[in-house]
């Protein structure tokens, strides 16, 4: 696949994929009167006024060559979303090869380009026998010069490494092989990588942790990722810390076998800010993020932690176990003080596939954040809008810490069922003290079922560009 940007269309294509506004619809000049005749008796017919979600599609003898003509519905100008963009873009441009020009008047040259690449996209690294690929060529066009062809690829293929991570299977992504494609990718794009082993995790005290690692054959590896973006203000560092369950069996709590099977992607957290932080560091964003995941593996065994134990942390409170499947939430813990007192970050945002509570209560199109700083959720919210991404504040008052006490121990690891996305993020908050900080649930966004919008089945590669506008216009 090729893309580039042009000035002009004085070459026949095999395909015109054009952008419409509700109550714009105009012709392309180019056109000759037969021609428009035929697209006109077309839009009149279909009785297509650009409304969002709507195209018309024609084929064409134009200048002695057979071409298709698609307009695509991207309702009013003034209520235009990035998602209805590239979503709108993504659904023409997937069934489409050969030589094609993108029409951009109107819309983000960045996000046409994303959409190409996500038309394109395909995991099928695993099959046998693949379905035949045409070459196709995208010209996009553009009235000037622009660098948002950079940032649109850097954007796409930051969203589809992070695909590729979630959707690998366990024995293929465990915390070694993982912590050995950070370093590459950190070599790659210029970020700094530390891996932090078995040893070095146990002289920080890490018990949370390392009780969920501790039945697992596959051993526990902690890696920080640092961009360094800013070297005049050495001091002001952003921190991200990802979920890295490599795999969660639920361990003595054991899940059904309905629910263990896609728990490979439980290191969707961790995906996600591996791919934020490779496009914030390709795009040289003028920031200091260090970036942290606990990885490691929630198995079953002779040594597993189990309910009713007590057990420690890094920040230093008793945690009691009561249900061991409620994991990624002690391997956070430790992951967040270390990222606070040992990077010394200003403000820290988690992502996580915490809670199937937030499912029950958001479903797949929205994630769920909780924030002790109204700031940094506001800024949050603008970088979701910018992106196309969905996100809900929940609360976390008070009254929900009564529900994850512990009788014997400072806390335990699940509030009970009510209220389970809160009381989780809200046990992570425990170990924050007065650092502003945000914790976003993508247990329901970070992976499809089926394919819907411009995702398809398997990893989405959510929050990724959330981020990444986060930390860019912050």
């Known amino acids: 696949m090729n893309i580039k940007l042009v000035k002009d269309f004085s070459k026949i294509y095999d395909a015109y994929v054009m952008p419409k506004f509700e109550g714009e619809v105009h012709i392309y000049d180019g056109l000759n009167d037969e021609e428009r005749i035929v697209l006109e008796k077309l839009i009149e017919k279909k009785e297509f006024t650009g409304k969002k979600q709507t195209s018309i599609s024609c084929e064409l003898m134009h200048k002695g060559k057979l071409v298709n003509i698609t307009y695509i519905g991207l309702g009013k100008r003034e209520k235009l979303k990035a998602y209805d963009v590239i979503e709108g873009f993504y659904k023409e441009l997937k069934n489409l090869d050969g030589d094609i020009l993108v029409g951009t008047h109107g819309v983000e040259v960045s996000q046409a380009v994303e959409a190409v690449h996500y ?26 010069e622009t660098d948002a062809i950079c940032e649109g690829t850097v954007l796409a293929e930051s969203v589809m490494l992070t695909r590729d991570l979630v959707n690998e299977p366990a024995n293929v992504i465990f915390p070694e092989s993982l912590a050995h494609e950070v370093k590459v990718l950190g070599e790659k794009y210029e970020f700094e990588v530390e891996i932090f082993d078995e040893e070095k995790i146990t002289e920080l005290k890490m018990e949370a942790f390392l009780s969920v690692a501790r039945a697992a054959e596959k051993r526990p590896k902690f890696i920080v990722m640092r961009h360094l973006g800013d070297p005049s203000n050495p001091t002001e560092i952003h921190g991200l810390v990802g979920k890295g369950l490599t795999y969660d069996t639920g361990g003595l709590s054991l899940k059904p076998s309905a629910g263990m099977s896609n728990m490979k992607t439980d290191m969707g957290g961790a995906a996600t800010v591996i791919g934020a932080m490779c496009a914030l560091s390709r795009m040289k964003v003028k920031k ?187």
């Open 288 to 474: 200091n993020i260090v970036t942290v995941v606990a990885a490691c593996e929630n198995s079953i065994g002779g040594n597993a932690y189990r309910p009713g134990d007590i057990i420690g942390s890094m920040g230093g409170k008793t945690i009691e176990v009561d249900n061991t499947d409620a994991e990624g939430r002690l391997t956070l813990i430790d992951a967040v003080h270390y990222i606070i007192n040992h990077e010394n970050v200003k403000e820290v945002i988690d992502v996580a596939t915490l809670t199937g509570a937030v499912l029950v209560a958001l479903g797949m199109s929205t994630t769920g954040v909780l924030a002790n700083n109204d700031e940094m959720y506001k800024e949050l919210e603008k970088a979701s809008e910018t992106a196309g991404e969905r996100v809900w504040r929940l609360p976390n008052f008070p009254e929900y810490k009564e529900l994850y006490k512990s009788k014997i121990a400072d806390l335990k690891n699940t509030g009970g069922r009510f209220a389970g996305s809160i009381t989780a993020g809200m046990f992570i908050e425990e170990f924050v003290g007065d650092t502003p900080w945000m914790h976003l649930d993508i247990a329901g966004t970070s992976c499809a079922d089926a394919p819907y919008g411009y995702y398809t089945h398997g990893g989405t590669g959510q929050i990724v560009r959330t981020l990444y506008n986060y930390y860019v216009k912050k």
């Open 119 to 144: 038309a394109k996209y395909d995991f099928d690294k695993y099959k046998t026998e693949k379905k035949e690929k045409k070459e196709s060529n995208f010209d996009i066009f553009v009235e000037e």
